[in-house]
């Protein structure tokens, strides 16, 4: 399977009154780095015809991440069946490598005119594995 990962800083308009990332945040950032995984390996021909919708998330919270902590997000395709395909997540901090956020979110491929499930097809399961 093939890794994609961002790296970045966390700013004072990620969090909340607790001082910690805002919880929707951490959604924006799984939503953020599966569409930015998306544009890197799938031509505009391919993006075209083709729509993701978001069926459901998985998010387990396991540490905060606070003002200024870095911030690694790594993503990658761990199966897919029919129409539906599950992206996992990770949120770590980047520099002691804590698992701040495990998500895994069930993604369904829709025809772009008619936004009818379809099968992923073989030739984009293959962009997204590890050659």
């Not at 395909?85 to 772009?112: F, H, M, P, Y």
Request: proline fraction near 4%; charge should be positive.
């Amino acid at each position: 399977m093939q890794h994609y990962k961002e790296t970045f800083k966390v700013v004072k308009e990620d969090l909340d009154d607790l001082n910690h990332v805002n919880n929707i945040r951490y959604i924006e950032w799984i939503l953020e780095i599966s569409k930015n995984h998306w544009l890197e390996v799938v031509d505009e021909a391919i993006r075209n015809e083709i729509v993701w919708v978001v069926k459901s998330h998985n998010i387990n919270y396991a540490k905060p991440a606070k003002l200024n902590d870095p911030i690694e997000v790594t993503t990658y395709i761990k199966n897919t069946k029919g129409p539906l395909s599950i992206r996992v997540v990770e949120i770590r901090n980047n520099k002691t490598g804590q698992l701040l956020v495990n998500a895994s979110t069930e993604w369904c491929l829709l025809d772009a005119k008619t936004f009818r499930p379809k099968r992923v097809p073989e030739s984009i399961q293959n962009l997204f594995i590890k050659v």
